[in-house]
């Protein structure tokens, strides 16, 4: 088992930037993939961004340029750095752990990113 905590979420305006960060426990951090999801109000979840388990990365189209997904091993800790919002970005960002690029064996709580226009 893993267990994920999301962090970060908050108010932003339009342009600015925020860092989620996802504290896991359990089994061994390093075993897995790492990802970031989304879900909209009306919308299906979404992917945003993964990173492997040796940090090789993949975005969304959405979110490339714009977002970093990173990993710190001795932390056990996953970050989300996401600059020029829009308020399309709004949503409730969940991280995500697997064990392939898949990335939904365990997911978190969520936290909420709301970017006003």
């Known amino acids: 088992q893993v267990q994920l905590v999301e962090s970060g979420g908050g108010l932003v305006q339009a342009g600015g930037s925020l860092r989620l960060s996802c504290a896991a426990s359990g089994r061994t951090f390093s075993s897995y993939f790492m990802g970031w999801f989304r879900q909209a109000p009306g919308k299906e979840r979404e992917f945003v961004a993964r990173i492997s388990r040796i940090g090789g990365t993949y975005y969304a189209d959405s979110v490339k340029g714009r977002f970093t997904i990173s990993r710190d091993s001795a932390k056990s800790t996953v970050y989300l750095q996401m600059n020029s919002l829009k308020p399309e970005d709004t949503a409730v960002y969940y991280c995500?752990?697997?064990?392939?690029?898949?990335?939904?064996?365990?997911w978190g709580q969520g936290t909420q990113v709301t970017v006003s226009s």
């Open positions: 995500a752990a697997g064990l392939d690029g898949m990335v939904n064996d365990y």
